[in-house]
């Protein structure tokens, strides 16, 4: 499409939306970027997102890092579930509004119609399923494909980021680390940030049952390994 957006973060401190702004000339972005003492992230825009009835959307998928003892090898758990975050507004390129393209809770509550077209602007990973199949006539073997692409991006992100996981050499240290992923129109997975500390916070009912069972996973993954008291739950 030819479009020149770009998504502008600071580098530290910019989860839950903070200080994450939209901008389409070199000029503003420059006049944003005004202190050479703080890093930024400058990012461009994907062009052909997928839309979910005309609205932007990614996805918030759970990734738990955990360590061998003693400096051993790291291992990448992909937790199975996630959820998916939408915007109000109706997508559009022309438009430089927050509201449009930042998908975060606390960006999205502040509008007015959130919650309109969904429980708290959030689908579970089995109704975007649905909506890929029944109204976007993706054939049914498209998540194969998109999860497979996820787990690819975690363990690249991983690598990438592996000399700087644990630098104390804790022994059994574990870390749980919250992706965004954004699909586009022809099913190819981007990979827009990675957090640590993602919120667990509880917005709806899918909600409500996906973080009691993937902490509980996290548990069964870590702690029982070292205590040996494995707790009920679904596996992760």
């Not at 787990?151 to 804790?170: H, S, W, Y």
């Not at 022994?171 to 997975?189: I, P």
Request: glycine content about 6%; charged content about 20%.
């Amino acid at each position: 499409s030819g479009q020149r957006l770009w998504l502008v973060k600071p580098g530290a401190c910019s989860n839950q939306g903070r200080g994450i702004f939209v901008y389409d000339t070199a000029e503003d972005m420059q006049q944003h970027v005004d202190s050479k003492n703080a890093p930024w992230v400058l990012q461009k825009y994907l062009e052909d997102p997928l839309l979910i009835k005309g609205r932007k959307f990614d996805l918030r998928m759970y990734c738990l890092v955990t360590q061998d003892a003693r400096g051993g090898a790291f291992h990448v758990h992909f937790f199975n579930d996630g959820y998916v975050r939408t915007t109000s507004s109706k997508y559009s390129t022309s438009s430089l509004d927050r509201a449009v393209h930042i998908t975060n809770d606390n960006v999205q509550r502040l509008g007015e119609d959130y919650g309109k077209f969904e429980d708290g602007n959030e689908l579970s990973i089995e109704e975007l399923k649905s909506y890929l199949i029944n109204q976007a006539k993706w054939p049914v073997s498209v998540w194969d494909s998109i999860e497979y692409q996820m787990k690819a991006l975690m363990i690249d992100a991983v690598r990438a980021a592996q000399t700087k996981l644990n630098p104390r050499n804790i022994d059994n240290c574990f870390e749980l680390f919250g992706f965004d992923f954004m699909l586009d129109a022809s099913s190819r997975v981007w990979l827009i940030e990675v957090n640590t500390d993602p919120s667990l916070e509880v917005h709806n009912f899918h909600q409500g049952q996906l973080i009691p069972a993937m902490v509980d996973g996290i548990m069964r993954l870590t702690l029982d390994q070292i205590f040996g008291t494995p707790s009920a739950g679904a596996a992760a």
